[in-house]
């Protein structure tokens, strides 16, 4: 007879929000984890610690480049690394040791170690063998290395050991232009680093629309980030001082010293020593585990969820995978909306979207109209000195008033993005979004005024 109605293995977003989730639902619950603390890699060595930091180095940027505009002298400030490094640590305990309370609380059995399928219905971890009805799989993923280099963590990095050096460097390559690298880049070079970008595509953060690309790079620029885009990273030297890194441009090969290389080129499933070819779990050519449309693998008895199936790399997209997954068990109908799935970039300003890019709606030849409104014309935005062109950006049915996708570029572009992310989950239309009311000022009302604008006209601008 099985231990467990459920196994859930992987203590990350997906896998602790599963467990929560399946005990609430009555199902004896079982969360797996081989690491000494709950959370994955989010709470870990990913969102959460990037974000303590990020906050920090707000704080030391918003002093310096806008406190002359307020009459407030910032000379003189002294940045204590490792007492930041340490009150970051805190901020991780706190929250992993939050998810533990929360196990607790919902009689989630926690078990330590590295878990390995014996069968369909079995797991070896350590010592134990576990038994369960079903199994959720949510080991996450892990960051992609060159082979030519490597990561060592101390002069080659992945964001795990960005995110955990003993002092500030002078100089940071960073290889790959998208989330990650932009925002641990944006990081450092608030704290003094010169910080240079390698990025092998033309634009960055691809995954975005084309205008935010060209406007955060702007705005990058500005900040003081340089950027070396069509450019392939070819090798990498280590050396007593540092690190060169040579790379190939259209105007030839380029050397880059720095003290540090950090590598950001993506991320890959994370399934080592599971044994899913004893249990007869198939997966893709690139290592991705293949689900069906309500996360059930090749076998019945076993489920997947977030970044080692696909898709976006997301948090939040991996929870709700898992709430669906767990609802699938007791016959309801939940479905994953992938159009609602929002992602955000956490540097300053923010960078948000959700929904279809407009390349997307160009190529499948749907009618749509674009609807932009500047932060610049927001009262709240002018109120706190705003000077950078943010923007938000709707595309919308032609035919409905219905929202296909939305961007955002501005301060609390995180926070904003909620409002359109519901738009689209529910089927709005921009009527709906412009009868709303926004308190003012807020930032805010630039959503506002940008549905007016699809409906009718703008009052502010």
Request: with cysteine; net charge neutral; glycine share 12%.
């Amino acid at each position: 007879m099985a231990e467990f109605e459920v196994a859930i293995i992987g203590s990350g977003p997906a896998g602790y929000v599963g467990a929560i989730h399946a005990a609430q639902k009555g199902l004896k619950t079982c969360l797996i984890e081989k690491g000494d603390a709950l959370g994955g890699t989010c709470l870990n060595v990913g969102c959460i610690p990037s974000k303590a930091l990020l906050h920090a180095s707000e704080i030391i940027s918003a002093l310096e480049e806008e406190g002359s505009d307020w009459g407030i002298s910032a000379k003189g400030m002294d940045v204590n690394f490792s007492k930041m490094m340490h009150k970051k640590q805190e901020i991780i305990d706190k929250l992993t040791g939050g998810i533990d309370y929360l196990m607790k609380k919902n009689k989630v059995e926690k078990i330590i170690g590295t878990a390995t399928f014996l069968d369909a219905k079995t797991l070896q971890v350590g010592d134990r063998v576990v038994k369960a009805e079903r199994f959720i799989i949510a080991t996450g993923s892990a960051p992609i290395e060159l082979p030519f280099l490597p990561f060592d963590e101390k002069r080659i990095l992945s964001s795990t050991g960005a995110l955990s050096l003993t002092s500030i460097p002078k100089k940071l390559i960073v290889v790959g232009g998208g989330v990650i690298g932009l925002e641990l880049g944006s990081f450092y070079k608030r704290l003094g680093t010169k910080v240079e970008v390698v990025e092998f595509l033309e634009k960055i953060i691809p995954e975005y629309d084309e205008d935010v690309s060209s406007v955060y790079q702007r705005i990058l620029e500005r900040q003081g980030i340089a950027f070396h885009l069509g450019a392939k990273v070819t090798g990498g030297e280590v050396h007593s001082k540092g690190m060169k890194v040579t790379a190939s441009t259209k105007e030839g090969e380029k050397t880059f010293d720095a003290d540090h290389v950090l590598v950001c080129i993506g991320r890959k499933p994370y399934a080592e020593g599971l044994g899913l070819d004893k249990a007869g779990v198939k997966v893709s050519d690139r290592g991705f585990v293949e689900v069906d449309g309500n996360f059930r693998t090749s076998v019945d008895s076993i489920f997947a969820v977030g970044d080692v199936i696909g898709g976006a790399m997301l948090a939040h997209k991996g929870s709700h995978e898992a709430i669906c997954a767990i609802d699938h068990f007791l016959g309801k109908k939940t479905k994953m909306n992938y159009a609602a799935v929002p992602g955000v970039i956490y540097s300053s300003p923010e960078v948000a979207s959700v929904g279809a890019l407009e390349k997307d709606l160009k190529e499948k030849g749907v009618s749509y109209k674009v609807v932009k409104f500047p932060f610049t014309a927001n009262s709240r935005y002018v109120a706190i000195g705003g000077k950078d062109p943010c923007f938000v950006k709707y595309l919308v049915c032609k035919e409905t008033n219905k929202l296909f996708g939305a961007s955002i570029i501005g301060p609390h572009a995180g926070e904003l993005i909620g409002e359109p992310t519901l738009a689209i989950s529910c089927g709005l239309t921009l009527d709906k979004l412009a009868h709303t009311i926004h308190a003012h000022p807020t930032f805010s009302e630039a959503l506002h005024e940008a549905a007016l604008g699809g409906i009718s006209s703008f009052l502010h601008m």
